[in-house]
Each structure stands twice: as structure tokens, then as C-alpha cells.
């Protein structure tokens, strides 16, 4: 099965205040919508997003290989504009989500996906607990019995096809995907909410999130990676960014930075995120000969959008020769510009294998990385 996670963020959240649409304002120090694209990443196959046609380039810059659909003129009608988009593309399963609801736990996703097993819908919610009233003209003018009654949240899970043709189906607007389904004769499960799935909607909601973002405490992930490349005719390699005077070149589709390559799987590799070859395929013929600043400048990026900082890298270059040592502090250098981070947190530094294997025969370079990204 193929799972994708539609993000609903094309409204305008006016009653949010602030001087752009609430998913747009900071959170912790990046956009609400940056932190609910990462509490998926990881659990779908993939990801989209219905933004509103002004927000296409906030959006772009935040989406990493997510897809933006552009989203109609209500909730529903967003909706089904990412669904349509979705046909044909194999997908089986949906999870649909308010792009204000970044605090989602995983194991709320989780319990979604694991009711559609055996129903055609699921979603989170939390038995209704306060007493409710009517109210007239400011005074109590009745109450209502809450037996029975829940706290609507999403990610709402439903069958791809299913919920396509609930949407076609459906005449008017909804509150939610689940009012869609079940006009349409779906039964949808409940499963358990969590009190942080909180939907961002008044401006003191912003407080709580924060707190809530402040409870959970530090989040610290390592990524390794590990390169090769083979000499070539040439007269200098590049390594960590520094241009080396050499009798013979590194041969690749790129540049051939074999340190840079190494790092830049590192820190896709502690995001989750794959490598070099899922961002900039080789079959794909514009990234040949492309300096290796524009791969590690990228998973830098990805990296500060889903909300983490660098705690420190270590690149190990492994040859016979060049000599790193003069050039290391130069490397050191160009790697924190990439990244934008301070130099103290970049090593770099080589070692030879003692004259054995292709590097000790001076065939090629090879190269091993470790990243620690954290996100308090």
C-alpha cells in the first residue's frame, strides 16, 4: 500500500491575527506549516500540500520533494484538488490534515493507519469532558447532554478511491473529511487524540504550542555517509569545497567532492531523507559537472526547515594522497559557509589505509561523515 498525507494549507486563518495566514506565522522559530510537513515525514510515502496561489513560493521553500497542489475557495474543495491531483499515481491510503496542526503525535498517525486495516475511514478525536450550554444574548439559555459527543482532530484516514469519490460525490461545503465520507455511506472508526494535536486557531493557541514544543524536550538525530570516487586525468580535486593541486582528478557525474558528497548523505541520512541520488538523480542531465555546494547547500536547508540545527559534523577523507592537513582548515571554512553554521561545529581531517586497498593503491579517494542535527 501506498500512503500519502494531504496537508491542507491554503485558508487564510484570520481569526489566528498576525500579518499572514496563521500557517505562515512562527512557531519555535520557523512556520507552523514547517513543523506539521515534519511530523510526517517518515511515516507517508508521500506528501502534499494545498497552498493558496500567493503562498506558492513560502511554500516552495519549505516543501522539499512534497508536492503543492493549489487549493480551491473552501476546505473541501481543497481537498478534492489534491485528491484529483493524486489519481492514477498509485496511492491507496490517505491521511488528510489541518496545516495548522503541527504538534500531531506519531502515535496518533499511527492509530489512523492501523484502523483503516478494517474500515474504510478512520480518525482521532476526544471525548467531549466540559458540560455544554446554549447560550442567548450572553446568558445560559439551556444545556445539551455530551454523552456520546467527541472532539473532531486529523489526520482523517480514509481508502483512496473511496474518499476520491465521496468528494465528487459531495454537493456543498463540509467541516471536515469525515462529514464527506459519511454522506457518502462510509463508516469511519475512531481511534484516540491527543490533547496536543491542538488546531492553532486564536492567537493564545500560539502559547500553548509553544509550551507543549518546550515539554517535549530535545530531539537529537545522527546520520552517517560514505563516498568513493576513482581518479582520473586531471590536474586538482576538490575536497570539502577547497579546489587541491593534484597530478590526477576524481572522476564523477558531478564535481566528484567526495567530503562534501559524504556530509551531504550524512545529514539527509539523520533527516530520514534518503540521498544524494533521490534529490539530484544522476539520469537527470543538468546536475553533471554540478559544483557539490549545491548538494550540501540543499540538505542544509531541508535540514533547518524541519525545524533542526547542526550540533556538529566530522568528515574523515581517507587517501594516500593529497595531504589534507595544509587545506583542512580552508575546508573547514567552506563547508560552514555552505551550511551556514559556525566553523566550531565542522571537523575535517584524513588518515591513510597504510598503503592497502584502492585507496592505499592511490585508485580513488573515499570519505566517511557524521552529522548531529537537534531540534529542541
Not at 504538534?103 to 478512520?122: C, D, F, N, S, Y
Not at 500553548?208 to 538525530?221: C, P, Q
Request: net charge neutral.
Amino acid at each position: 500500500m501506498t500512503t500519502a498525507a494531504v496537508i491542507v494549507a491554503a485558508g487564510r486563518g484570520s481569526r489566528a491575527g498576525g500579518d499572514v495566514p496563521k500557517q505562515w506565522q512562527m512557531l519555535a522559530g520557523r512556520p507552523v506549516l514547517a513543523h506539521t510537513l515534519a511530523a510526517f515525514r517518515g511515516q507517508v510515502d508521500r506528501v502534499v500540500v494545498a497552498i493558496h496561489p500567493d503562498d506558492r513560493d513560502r511554500a516552495a521553500a519549505l516543501a522539499g520533494d512534497a508536492l503543492l497542489v493549489e487549493g480551491g475557495a473552501t476546505r473541501d474543495a481543497s481537498v478534492r484538488a489534491v485528491l484529483e491531483a493524486l489519481e492514477g499515481t498509485g496511492v491507496t491510503r490517505v491521511l488528510i490534515h489541518d496545516g495548522a496542526r503541527p504538534l500531531v503525535p506519531a502515535a496518533v498517525t499511527q492509530r489512523v493507519l492501523a484502523a483503516l486495516e478494517r474500515h474504510a475511514g478512520a480518525a482521532p478525536a476526544l471525548p467531549v469532558s466540559d458540560a455544554l450550554w446554549q447560550g442567548a444574548a450572553g446568558l445560559v439559555a439551556g444545556t445539551r447532554d455530551r454523552a456520546g459527543l467527541w472532539r473532531a482532530q486529523t489526520p482523517q484516514g480514509f481508502r483512496f478511491d473511496a474518499i476520491l469519490a465521496a468528494h465528487r460525490a459531495h454537493a456543498g461545503p463540509a467541516a471536515d473529511d469525515v462529514e464527506v465520507a459519511r454522506a457518502a455511506g462510509l463508516d469511519v472508526a475512531i481511534v484516540e487524540g491527543d490533547e496536543a494535536n491542538l488546531k492553532l486557531t486564536y492567537p493564545g493557541d500560539f502559547a500553548r504550542a509553544e509550551a507543549i514544543l518546550k515539554g517535549r524536550g530535545m530531539d537529537v538525530r545522527l546520520g552517517n555517509g560514505y563516498d568513493v570516487h576513482a581518479f582520473t586525468e586531471g590536474d586538482h580535486v576538490w575536497l570539502c569545497g577547497v579546489r587541491v593541486a593534484h597530478g590526477r582528478a576524481l572522476l564523477g557525474h558531478s564535481d566528484a567532492d567526495v567530503g562534501m558528497h559524504a556530509l551531504t548523505d550524512a545529514i539527509y541520512g539523520a533527516l530520514a531523507e534518503g540521498d544524494i541520488g533521490r534529490h539530484f538523480p544522476p539520469s537527470d542531465p543538468q546536475w553533471k559537472g554540478a559544483a557539490s555546494h549545491i548538494f550540501l547547500r540543499h540538505a542544509a536547508g531541508l535540514m533547518r526547515a524541519q525545524g533542526y540545527a547542526l550540533g556538529n559534523c566530522d568528515v574523515t577523507l581517507v587517501c594516500e594522497r593529497p595531504k589534507i592537513g595544509p587545506h583542512a582548515g580552508a575546508m573547514r571554512a567552506a563547508l560552514a559557509e555552505i551550511m551556514g553554521v559556525e566553523v566550531d561545529r565542522v571537523s575535517v581531517k584524513a588518515t591513510t589505509s597504510e598503503r592497502l586497498g584502492f585507496t592505499g593503491r592511490e585508485e580513488g579517494i573515499a570519505a566517511l561523515a557524521t552529522a548531529c542535527l537537534v531540534r529542541a
